[in-house]
């Protein structure tokens, strides 16, 4: 099959949304339902909550409006224009108008899921502020993209609205915006996808630094920097294949490749949410242990000496720490909320939960 019709292609954008949102519906709601029974009241649970609903909300709206705009745009010609024919032409401002709100969503959601990785590093690297300066840059240049495209959406959306009926043939600045607003869209997704990748990899390399002198409870730390890693990985390489379709000809509504495109796009709308909420999930069930490490590096210095070795903290606040017979600094790590205290060795380190 060398094409695929607008209809065809509007069932496939239906089948997938709809699949992986009822997969996201039910990591969601076991999301949900461990932090809200699973672990105790904490300032960082308000938060994830807050992230949880809000990614969810905003993915969910999407993969309906996609539903909506597939039964909106049902009489439309094989290759998805009006052909002048007023009816048709109603249809088709309906279909952009859903467009126009997707990509209205789409920088919101990359906004909520980027600005928590960009948390948890900053956290993680000790709330130091330089660690916060391209994270930032990158955040807020991802962002302004997503917007601008919504910008060139409504200007061609005002080009058609105002086109007389009749006119199957666009204006000569309908091209022009149109190569413009996809350009600007796929440099959102390749932001989006290096700062992914940037802050996925820096937050498992500090996580790995922390616990790399700790022996062999390391392992359920390594589990939670491995998860992050290869989520982001994951997310990063469907962002870039976006942008390589984004980049393709704009105009073309027909053929294999945008239908792929389009496949590719309803997959990053809902793993956008999925991969926050399977992390958020996998560590409120004790999967995997990401808060807090507090360890002394006197432990490298003099392995005989074993009152050196400290406590491991999972997801507490941040905490005051009293530390007795250690000479090395502190470090913590915090992402998620959780109150267990494993004592490597007993009365090594004493700290108080906040």
């Not at 994830?48 to 597939?70: D, M, P």
């Not at 052909?83 to 990359?110: F, K, S, W």
């Not at 992402?335 to 380190?349: C, F, H, K, Q, S």
Request: charged letters at 15%; a neutral charge; hydrophobic letters at 45%.
């Amino acid at each position: 099959m060398s094409t695929v019709n607008t209809n065809q292609m509007n069932m496939i954008q239906i089948l997938v949304s709809g699949f992986l949102n009822g997969v996201y519906t039910m990591i969601f709601g076991a999301s949900m339902y461990a932090l809200i029974f699973r672990q105790g009241a904490s300032p960082q649970r308000c938060t994830l909550l807050l992230v949880n609903i809000s990614l969810y909300v905003l993915c969910a709206v999407q993969a309906a409006i996609t539903f909506w705009q597939s039964f909106v745009s049902t009489d439309e010609l094989a290759n998805g224009s009006s052909g002048g024919d007023p009816t048709l032409v109603h249809e088709v401002l309906l279909y952009d108008l859903g467009q126009n709100i997707i990509d209205a969503l789409i920088p919101c959601t990359n906004l909520i899921a980027d600005g928590l990785l960009v948390w948890r590093c900053y956290v993680l690297y000790n709330r130091r502020a330089w660690v916060m300066v391209v994270p930032v840059v990158l955040l807020a240049a991802g962002t302004a993209c997503g917007f601008a495209v919504v910008a060139f959406d409504c200007k061609l959306y005002r080009i058609r609205l105002h086109a007389p009926p009749s006119s199957a043939v666009p204006p000569p600045q309908w091209s022009t915006l149109t190569s413009l607003s996809q350009a600007i869209r796929a440099a959102m997704y390749i932001i989006s996808a290096v700062t992914n990748s940037s802050m996925s990899g820096l937050i498992a390399f500090r996580i790995w630094k922390a616990t790399r002198n700790i022996g062999k409870n390391k392992v359920r730390y390594l589990r939670v920097a491995s998860l992050l890693l290869e989520t982001g990985i994951v997310y990063s390489v469907t962002l870039i294949l976006d942008a390589i379709f984004a980049a393709l000809d704009p105009t073309r509504t027909e053929g294999i490749d945008n239908l792929v495109g389009t496949i590719v796009m309803q997959i990053t709308q809902q793993l956008v949410g999925i991969f926050p909420a399977v992390i958020i999930l996998m560590v409120a069930l004790g999967k995997t242990s990401d808060q807090t490490v507090i360890y002394s590096d006197s432990q490298k210095k003099n392995r005989a000496q074993k009152t050196e070795v400290s406590s491991i903290l999972f997801a507490s606040p941040p905490a005051r720490a009293r530390v007795s017979g250690a000479t090395g600094p502190t470090h913590s790590i915090e992402l998620e909320t959780r109150g267990i205290v494993l004592d490597v060795v007993e009365n090594a380190v004493d700290a108080e939960e906040l």
